[in-house]
């Protein structure tokens, strides 16, 4: 299937100035433009701000003989005054935040950083763009495939101030939670979404890769 691509490109679009607005954990970029228009011509000229603070990679982490998910609880600011809880139940996630680093690397990387697990099996689901009406930042899902059974504990960096809290629950019950509203953030969404009408397909990839285990052990 032929996916239609937008009428318009890079090249329809001519940046007249950019400058650094803000610089902290985050960066602000101010950037003034015109663009194409649909009816023809090019629009005003028009100011707009960035945040620029990177893409990131996150991963659903499954295991398909307990049928349980494992997700990850932490403290997250921007939450904070909502008047719910700031503490954030999500799935492992990670900026992309070294130079040339790829998103499965990122992954890999934070599994064992937030959840002290190393994936048997690791897939891509699919990428989107966080908010692309003020930033850059794409998002990037995949699956993971882990044994789960010992999963489980506090983990995180001190010296990037973190103290995330690993949980293992059923794919069921953390499922029915997020489609009422109780889960916390886009990506979670997705990956539980996507795990939901993959689960079969899943299971039979688990157990085929555990079969080549056995068999390359005799």
């Known amino acids: 299937m032929k996916i239609e691509q937008p009428k318009f490109g890079a090249e329809d679009v001519e940046v007249l100035k950019e400058s650094l607005a803000y610089q902290g954990f985050h960066r602000i970029k101010q950037i003034r433009l015109k663009h194409r228009l649909y009816k023809g011509g090019w629009s005003e000229e028009m100011e707009r701000e960035v945040s620029d603070r990177g893409s990131a990679a996150s991963v659903v982490v499954y295991d398909p003989t307990l049928e349980a998910v494992c997700l990850v609880e932490q403290f997250r600011i921007a939450t904070h005054g909502s008047g719910k809880s700031p503490w954030s139940r999500e799935i492992v996630a990670g900026m992309i935040d070294k130079e040339g680093e790829l998103p499965e690397e990122v992954v890999r990387r934070e599994l064992a950083e937030e959840a002290g697990l190393i994936p048997d099996y690791l897939e891509r689901i699919t990428s989107y763009w966080v908010s692309p009406g003020g930033s850059s930042a794409r998002m990037h899902i995949y699956i993971a495939l882990c044994d ?39 990506a979670t969404l997705i ?6 009408l993959n689960q079969e397909r899943m299971y039979h990839v688990w157990h085929a890769l555990k079969g080549k285990q056995e068999n390359s052990d005799l």
């Open 191 to 196: 990956g539980l979404q996507w795990l939901t």
């Open 148 to 186: 789960l059974s010992e999963a489980g504990g506090i983990y995180g960096l001190e010296d990037e101030h973190e103290d995330i809290l690993a949980l293992v629950s059923p794919l069921k019950t953390v499922y029915q939670s997020a489609i009422v509203g109780e889960s916390s953030n886009a």
